[in-house]
T-cell receptor
Framework: KAGVTQTPRYLIKTRGQQVTLSCSPI?????VSWYQQTPGQGLQFLFE???????NKGNFPGRFSGRQFSNSRSEMNVSTLELGDSALYLC????????????FGPGTRLTVT | AQKVTQAQTEISVVEKEDVTLDCVYE???????LFWYKQPPSGELVFLIR??????QNEISGRYSWNFQKSTSSFNFTITASQVVDSAVYFC????????????FGQGTILTVHP
C-alpha cells in the first residue's frame, strides 16, 4: 500500500496570508490526525477527523482549521499566518479501531516570513 | 491531562553498543496505548512499536526490545547492537483510551551512533 502523502512538501508564505495543506491517508484508513512540530514546543496535536467529522481538537487558536472529504483525504487551513506558525506539519492516518498505531506522512515544511 | 517525559535529551554511543531510551508517562485513563516512533533527518515519523496498557508482556523484535512497567509508569526502549543507521530522534507517545487519534509526545531523545 502507498503511504501517507502530503502536499506540498515545502511552502513559504508571508505574514497575514493563509495556507492550505493537503493529506491523503493510506488506503482504507478513515482516521486522519494533524500535528505541528516546532523546535520549541515539540510535537503538538492539532485535530483529528474521522468520517468527515472532527473528533478531537488540540489547544490551537481558531485560525487553525481542517476538514475531511468523503474519500478520507484531509486538508488543514491556517489563516492570518504569524511568524510562529513556521513549523513542520505532519499528517497521520490509522485504521479504524482504538488500538491501531498512526502512520505519518513526510510532512509539509511551512516557513512564514 | 496526559504527559510523557523523556529525560534524556541526547545520547551518543559507539556502534554495536546497546542503548536504552527512557520514557515515563502520566495518564488517568485506565486503558491507554504507548508507542515509540523514530524520526530520521528526512523528517517522517516512523512507527516502531506499540504496547497496550492491559498487556504488560515485554517483547523483543529483532534488535528492538521494550520494557513496559505499569507500576512505575515507564515504557523504555532498547536497541541492541546499535548501528549508524539508528541515528535519529526517538519519540515516546501516549494515547488515552478515549482520546481517539490524539497522541501526546515526549520531547524526544536525539540518538547519535558513531562508527
Amino acid at each position: 500500500k502507498a503511504g501517507v502523502t502530503q502536499t506540498p512538501r515545502y511552502l513559504i508564505k508571508t505574514r497575514g496570508q493563509q495556507v492550505t495543506l493537503s493529506c491523503s491517508p493510506i488506503s482504507g484508513h478513515r482516521s486522519v490526525s494533524w500535528y505541528q512540530q516546532t523546535p520549541g514546543q515539540g510535537l503538538q496535536f492539532l485535530f483529528e477527523y474521522f468520517s468527515e467529522t472532527q473528533r478531537n481538537k488540540g489547544n490551537f487558536p481558531g485560525r487553525f482549521s481542517g476538514r475531511q472529504f468523503s474519500n478520507s483525504r484531509s486538508e488543514m487551513n491556517v489563516s492570518t499566518l504569524e511568524l510562529g506558525d513556521s513549523a513542520l506539519y505532519l499528517c497521520a492516518s490509522r485504521e479504524p479501531g482504538s488500538s491501531y498505531e498512526q502512520y505519518f506522512g513526510p510532512g509539509t515544511r511551512l516557513t512564514v516570513t | 491531562a496526559q504527559k510523557v517525559t523523556q529525560a534524556q535529551t541526547e545520547i551518543s554511543v559507539v556502534e554495536k553498543e546497546d542503548v536504552t531510551l527512557d520514557c515515563v508517562y502520566e495518564t488517568r485513563d485506565t486503558t491507554y496505548y504507548l508507542f515509540w516512533y523514530k524520526q530520521p533527518p528526512s523528517g517522517e515519523l516512523v512507527f516502531l512499536i506499540r504496547r497496550n496498557s492491559f498487556d504488560e508482556q515485554n517483547e523483543i523484535s529483532g534488535r528492538y526490545s521494550w520494557n513496559f512497567q505499569k507500576s512505575t509508569s515507564s515504557f523504555n526502549f532498547t536497541i541492541t547492537a546499535s548501528q549508524v543507521v539508528d541515528s535519529a530522534v526517538y519519540f515516546c507517545a501516549l494515547r488515552g483510551g478515549t482520546s481517539y487519534g490524539k497522541l501526546t509526545f515526549g520531547q524526544g531523545t536525539i540518538l547519535t551512533v558513531h562508527p
